[in-house]
T-cell receptor, first 115, second 115 residues
Framework: EAGVVQSPRYKIIEKKQPVAFWCNPI?????LYWYRQNLGQGPELLIRYENEEAVDDSQLPKDRFSAERLKGVDSTLKIQPAELGDSAVYLC?????????????FGPGTRLTVT | AQSVTQLGSHVSVSEGALVLLRCNYS??????LFWYVQYPNQGLQLLLKYTSAATLVKGINGFEAEFKKSETSFHLTKPSAHMSDAAEYFC?????????????FGQGTILTVHP
C-alpha cells in the first residue's frame, strides 16, 4: 500500500514569492492534516480536513496561508507571499477516523527554505 | 489545551544499553498518547500508542512505553539499544473536544547510540 505522498520534497524560494505544496493521502483515508515543523521542534497542526471540510484551521495564518482539499482526496497548501519565518518542513498526514484512536500516517514532508 | 513535555532534548547511550526517553503530558481527561520516530529527512513513523487499554504498550523495533496516570507520564524504553535506533523521537497527545484529532507534540528527543 502506498503511503502519503508529498511533493516537492525540497523548495527554495525568495521571500515574497508564492509557493505551493501538494499531498496525496493514503487511499480511503477521510481525514487529512497539514503540520509545520520548525527546526528543532515538534510538528504543529496548521489545518485538519474531514473529507472536503476544513474542521480545524485555527492555527493557519490566514493572511498568507490557504489550503484546499477538492473532492476530499488530494490537498494543496499555499503560501503567498512567503516570509523568512516560513522556512520549515511541511508535513502532511492522513488517517481513517473511527473510534478516536486512529493512527495518523505521515508523508516525508516538504522542506521549504525562504531566502 | 493539552501539552507534552519531553525531558532531555538529547540522550546518548552505548549500543546494548537501556534506552529511556521521558514524556510527561497534561490532560484533564484520559488521553490517547503516541510515540513517533523520525529519521533524517523522513516523515514520522508510529512506534506505539496508548488508547486506554493495557497500561504497558509494546511497539515496533522492541520499544515499549508505560502509561502512569498518577505521574502523568508515558516514558519510552528499550532494553538494548541498537545503532539503527539513532533518530529523533516525539511524544504526542491527541486532543479531545473541538480540537478532536489534533496531535500535540513534544519538542522531541534526539537519541544518539555509540558503538
Amino acid at each position: 500500500e502506498a503511503g502519503v505522498v508529498q511533493s516537492p520534497r525540497y523548495k527554495i524560494i525568495e521571500k515574497k514569492q508564492p509557493v505551493a505544496f501538494w499531498c496525496n493521502p493514503i487511499s480511503g483515508h477521510n481525514t487529512l492534516y497539514w503540520y509545520r515543523q520548525n527546526l528543532g521542534q515538534g510538528p504543529e497542526l496548521l489545518i485538519r480536513y474531514e473529507n472536503e471540510e476544513a474542521v480545524d484551521d485555527s492555527q493557519l495564518p490566514k493572511d498568507r496561508f490557504s489550503a484546499e482539499r477538492l473532492k476530499g482526496v488530494d490537498s494543496t497548501l499555499k503560501i503567498q507571499p512567503a516570509e523568512l519565518g516560513d522556512s520549515a518542513v511541511y508535513l502532511c498526514a492522513s488517517s481513517l477516523e473511527e473510534a478516536g484512536s486512529s493512527e495518523q500516517y505521515f508523508g516525508p514532508g516538504t522542506r521549504l527554505t525562504v531566502t | 489545551a493539552q501539552s507534552v513535555t519531553q525531558l532531555g532534548s538529547h540522550v546518548s547511550v552505548s549500543e546494548g544499553a537501556l534506552v529511556l526517553l521521558r514524556c510527561n503530558y497534561s490532560s484533564s481527561v484520559p488521553p490517547y498518547l503516541f510515540w513517533y520516530v523520525q529519521y533524517p529527512n523522513q516523515g514520522l513513523q508510529l512506534l506505539l500508542k496508548y488508547t486506554s487499554a493495557a497500561t504497558l504498550v509494546k511497539g515496533i523495533n522492541g520499544f515499549e512505553a508505560e502509561f502512569k496516570k498518577s505521574e502523568t507520564s508515558f516514558h519510552l524504553t528499550k532494553p538494548s539499544a541498537h545503532m539503527s535506533d539513532a533518530a529523533e523521537y516525539f511524544c504526542a497527545v491527541r486532543e479531545t473536544g473541538t480540537s478532536y484529532g489534533k496531535l500535540t507534540f513534544g519538542q522531541g528527543t534526539i537519541l544518539t547510540v555509540h558503538p
